[in-house]
């Protein structure tokens, strides 16, 4: 029988031209036309494979390892003489460390989003951008573990918070939600790390075949772990891998979930509400998304990956920063509602607080970010606008730090005993830990760009019109 | 398969195609040809190709049930274990079996053991790593992870001949045919 036809996208579209409709209503390509598989694999494994090193990256990578040299800095402080040098203390016994856990670990929720949910929902879209945001993911999870990690106090105890038969006799409480918060945030670094690896390893295959020296073939050989694209080889892992797709789904849904439990068990006005996990969840989301744009703007231009990463996949993600952005202003919205709602004195001042007390600065500032720069997404104007995206995601960033210091400190300082009141200011180790994190998380990422490709290669092939084959007798 | 032996004598013969659509139809008139000890490798999964060459239903959807659901009973005995047995504490006379709490954990360590179940599972039944393996000896073979692609036929193949399938691949219209060595 012969084959079914297949027309690249971009010969469509003088086609659809002729039928008069309008350009706006025809789809940016995925990729640029013009490229074969040859032209794809040698664009994405030169920018690792080219044996200069570019200058700007070096200039980035020292500034980043700079943040590096902050944060062992701060931990050698805080392991000496503990974490009485942040600015914790009654009545806010989180400040800092827990806002930053939470903002790093919302952040690392674009990933999994990007390469489980999209790949489910058939996004093809999120192929030129799931390797470099699961990159984004595994940085950022690791950054957020530090502080949960060392606001322990001892951290070199920290083993005692899995179960394991010992000497003391002691076993984990496994009601609270803390110890459901160890299990998520590890269950989830585990899983993204083995799916991102999972996803690296034909691309390894292809830098070992590619490289020229041998101690470079060798080193990609190890991990590529003798892959060599053999059709049974592939059936297992494509089918591996939508499993894999299918258990991260819940899995990401459940991670923030389970953070937002740390507050919301608890029984803190501002703390308190049922309404948590899909907020956080949004949110998570939103500073994902937000996230990713800041770091794939610059990095498409500063590698030329203008035909794989287009306009359309900018747009997307606007889309997306916009529908989770008015998630989370509804949920604001409706804290008041419910504070208002339960007659409640203590939740009612709470909110008072919130929008007129010490914070209400930062209160403010929360719906400028979070609420209202997000709406110029609805313009496709600055949607397809690489800068106008970029000012938007960063007022994202900053909105939701805003956020978890609103919830975290502003709901603490002040609870039911104004005896009790006080107020939260983080010290200058607490800003040195935060700045050492953001460190951390670039020095890893310029790693990632210089050592490993950072679009998945063998994914981006399949989305040439050339790589469809139809067997025989399949329209039977 | 001598996994990771190297013998003398040949592992098969190989021809290299320049397109998936070639592949795939040379898979399919190789397998009709009666020979059932084939491979096929490509630089990407191609949809099709797999059952092509005799290739059906793959033992890792029960492995990673299988690991689910060890890790779902895993982790709530390891809770109630723990917080009924182990260290029992009366809190205002609440049961001790307090389950919903542990389902968060329940569920978390279900997705980890399915996820290692679906990872470690799929390495496995393909018998990987693998550093070494005949096809890589293969002078062209560095291109299949690149934009060529291939189809083998195994000489353990009871069918095999290496003339009559050298002849054979040589009619399905590929670039080269060689001889693979151990």
Redesign the interface.
């Given at each position: 029988m012969a084959?079914k036809e297949q027309t690249p996208a971009h010969e469509l579209r003088p086609t659809t031209q002729e039928l008069r409709i309008p350009e706006r209503f025809i789809p940016t390509p995925t990729i640029e036309p013009g490229h074969?598989?040859?032209t794809i694999?040698d664009h994405i494994s030169t920018i690792v494979l080219r044996r200069k090193t570019p200058f700007g990256w070096l200039i980035g990578f020292l500034l980043a390892l700079g943040g590096v040299t902050v944060l062992t800095t701060t931990i050698s402080v805080l392991i000496g003489k503990g974490v009485g040098i942040w600015g914790i203390n009654h009545p806010a016994g989180w400040g800092m460390d827990i806002i930053n856990f939470v903002w790093w670990i919302g952040i690392g929720h674009a990933g999994t989003l990007i390469s489980a949910i999209l790949l489910l929902l058939r996004q093809e879209w999120r192929t030129s951008i799931n390797r470099f945001a699961e990159a984004m993911t595994l940085f950022a999870v690791a950054s957020a573990g530090l502080y949960p990690a060392l606001h322990t106090g001892r951290p070199w105890f920290d083993y005692w918070m899995f179960?394991y038969p010992n000497t003391m006799?002691?076993?984990?409480?496994?009601?609270s939600?803390l110890?459901?918060d160890v299990?998520?945030v590890s269950?989830y670094a585990?899983?993204s790390l083995?799916?991102w690896?999972?996803g690296l390893i034909?691309d390894l295959?292809?830098l070992?075949?590619?490289a020229t020296k041998l101690w470079v073939k060798r080193a990609y050989?190890?991990f590529a772990?003798?892959?060599?694209?053999?059709?049974?080889?592939?059936?297992?892992?494509?089918?591996?891998y939508l499993?894999?797709a299918g258990?991260?789904t819940?899995?990401v849904l459940?991670v923030h979930t389970?953070v937002s439990?740390d507050f919301a068990v608890a029984q803190l006005p501002g703390w308190h509400a049922t309404f948590f996990p899909p907020y956080f969840v949004a949110g998570a989301v939103f500073a994902g998304f937000a996230m990713v744009l800041t770091l794939a703007i610059p990095a498409r231009k500063f590698f030329k990956l203008e035909d794989f990463i287009t306009t359309r996949h900018l747009e997307n993600m606007g889309k997306v920063m916009l529908a989770t952005g008015l998630i989370v202003a509804y949920a604001y919205g409706m804290e008041w509602f419910y504070g208002l709602y339960s007659g409640n004195v203590f939740e009612i001042f709470m909110l008072k607080n919130r929008a007129l007390g010490p914070y209400s600065k930062m209160y403010v500032a929360l719906w400028v970010c979070n609420g209202l720069a997000p709406q110029l997404m609805w313009f496709k104007r600055f949607r397809t606008s690489p800068f106008w995206l970029f000012v938007t995601a960063m007022f994202v960033n900053v909105g939701m730090w805003l956020e978890r210091f609103v919830i975290i400190p502003a709901s603490l300082h002040r609870d039911f005993l104004p005896s009790s009141w006080g107020m939260y200011h983080g010290t200058k180790w607490d800003w040195s830990m935060f700045v050492g994190s953001i460190g951390l998380f670039f020095a890893l990422l310029f790693l990632f760009v210089r050592f490993l490709p950072m679009i998945s290669i063998?994914?981006m092939?399949?989305l040439l019109p050339?790589?469809?084959?139809?067997?025989?007798g399949?329209e039977h | 398969m001598g996994v990771g032996k190297i013998r003398e004598g040949l592992y098969g013969v190989i021809a290299e195609f320049h397109d998936p659509q070639m592949l795939l139809d040379a898979a399919h008139a190789t397998h009709e040809a009666g020979y059932r000890d084939i491979d096929a490798f490509s630089p990407f999964p191609i949809h099709g190709l797999a059952e092509a060459i005799g290739f059906h239903k793959s033992r890792l959807s029960s492995i990673v049930l299988g690991m689910g659901a060890l890790g779902g009973i895993g982790g709530f005995f390891m809770c109630w274990y723990a917080n009924v047995i182990g260290y029992p504490l009366n809190i205002g006379g609440k049961p001790l079996n307090s389950w919903p709490a542990w389902i968060p954990i329940t569920f978390e360590c279900t997705i980890l053991l399915a996820a290692f179940g679906a990872v470690f599972g799929m390495l496995a039944l393909n018998g990987l790593p693998m550093p070494y393996h005949p096809v890589f000896n293969v002078r062209r073979f560095d291109s299949a992870s690149r934009d060529k692609f291939f189809l083998v036929i195994h000489a353990r193949d009871p069918k095999f001949d290496l003339d009559e399938a050298r002849r054979f691949l040589s009619t399905l219209g590929p670039r080269e045919v060689t001889d693979v060595p151990w």
């Open positions: 084959t074969s598989f040859s694999t179960p006799g002691l076993w984990p409480q496994f009601r939600p110890m459901w299990f998520a269950t585990t899983v083995m799916f690896y999972v034909p295959a292809t070992r075949d590619r050989g190890m772990l003798g892959w060599r694209g053999s059709a049974k080889h592939w059936s297992r892992y494509e089918y591996a499993l894999l258990l991260s819940p899995l459940s389970i439990f063998f994914e092939r399949t050339e790589a469809h084959a139809h067997a025989e399949e | -």
